[in-house]
């Protein structure tokens, strides 16, 4: 048989996905892939019931339906603190995934380098090796996920062609403060350089952080490729709904990347997404409401049980240190997937390694999510309490 490509044999499957295939198969509750397990709005799940028939179902507009583009950049225009157009500076892609994929294949050339801070989602790593460039890691320091700034000028200095930030930051649940943001985007401008931002989880930001998109700062729009999507704004992650913005030349790149990887996304879903892309703002509002609230739920949870944990400034992520559970002769030698694969079987609740966001040897740590009914979250917590009796 003839040999597979090298890049291939360079990074995993997605431990991500397969911890939750894990978790399926003993019915653990699944914190690990990061999903809701309750409805998309009822405003837009009758907006999909109409499609259903109405349509359309062929193919929209390869970029993007125009009714789709034209309310994505009516939304997004107030955090760009600009217009948008939505037939030259929008693409819509099949999900986040690919909106990034996209992004790095538009601006990258085989052996240039990608700054990539760490933790980090772990598609980025295997993107930048997809597009032919080499990630350059930056270390997010635990347990405040700090940076010094002096590294990502060396990276610049190294040629690194972009940076990737994402913000709020999956897995540790960062904000990049607008101080953080602005010495960023000077070093892009000063070295020429793009700044790829990854802005999923946006709208879930806890006070007293706030947003800041890196596209609304001063001179970065035209140095600035955001990704974004629909996913966790509306609960649907499953419609695979995203969007690349950008300045018109890298978008019209992008347009001829996105169309020969997947043509486009699916015309029906964008039509009943754009009930949601049109909600006031109190939706949003809202949102940061609910989630404020699972967040305390879910924090308070693991104080009971005596968990260390960090504090999310954004995201639905959850950093647990679990050292003093490798300390013991039981789990002596276990790695943090084996300590997580025990979880599933024993605890029953999946998590994500840490090791799987972390260039860095980081082994103690592993990620949960709260994304869930206040009754998932509360039984996940009674099952987490099964720890302590282990």
């Not at 009971?304 to 030698?333: A, S």
């Not at 039984?379 to 309490?385: G, P, Q, T």
Request: proline share 6%.
């Amino acid at each position: 048989m003839p040999k597979l490509s090298n890049r291939v044999q360079t990074f995993t499957d997605s431990v991500i996905r397969r911890m939750t295939r894990i978790s399926d198969e003993y019915g653990a509750i699944n914190l690990s892939q990061g999903f809701p397990d309750f409805d998309p709005p009822k405003e837009i799940l009758d907006a999909l019931a109409k499609a259903a028939y109405a349509g359309p179902h062929q193919y929209s507009v390869t970029y993007g339906a125009e009714n789709f583009r034209a309310a994505l950049a009516k939304k997004q225009a107030k955090s760009f603190a600009r217009e948008i157009n939505p037939d030259t500076e929008i693409v819509v892609t099949c999900g986040g995934t690919e909106a990034m994929m996209c992004a790095m294949m538009t601006i990258c050339n085989p052996g240039d380098k990608v700054m990539v801070f760490s933790p980090f989602y772990e598609n980025y790593g295997a993107d930048a090796i997809l597009s032919g460039a080499e990630p350059i890691y930056i270390p997010l320091v635990p347990p405040t996920y700090n940076f010094d700034i002096r590294l990502v000028e060396d990276g610049f200095r190294q040629g690194a062609k972009a940076i990737i930030v994402c913000n709020p930051s999956n897995p540790c649940g960062k904000v990049f403060t607008r101080e953080e943001l602005l010495a960023i985007g000077k070093l892009a401008l000063k070295y020429d350089a793009f700044v790829v931002t990854d802005e999923v989880y946006e709208h879930m930001v806890y006070a007293p952080n706030k947003h800041i998109s890196m596209a609304s700062l001063p001179g970065m729009y035209e140095h600035t490729i955001t990704c974004n999507s629909l996913s966790k704004t509306y609960s649907i992650t499953g419609w695979r709904l995203g969007y690349l913005i950008g300045p018109a030349d890298v978008i019209e790149g992008a347009k001829k990347v996105h169309d020969f990887l997947t043509v486009g996304a699916a015309a029906p879903l964008q039509e009943a997404a754009v009930t949601g892309l049109e909600f006031p703002e109190s939706y949003y509002d809202d949102l940061l409401t609910l989630y404020t609230k699972k967040r305390q739920r879910f924090l308070d949870g693991l104080d009971r049980i005596g968990l260390k944990h960090n504090v999310p400034q954004g995201t639905y992520f959850i950093m647990v240190d679990i050292q003093e559970f490798l300390d013991q002769p039981k789990f002596q030698g276990y790695t943090d997937l084996e300590f997580c694969e025990w979880m599933i079987k024993n605890i029953g609740v999946a998590a994500v390694p840490g090791s799987s966001f972390f260039r860095e040897k980081v082994n103690h740590l592993i990620r949960l999510h709260f994304a869930r009914s206040e009754e998932t979250i509360d039984e996940a917590i009674r099952r987490l309490s099964k720890l302590r009796e282990n």
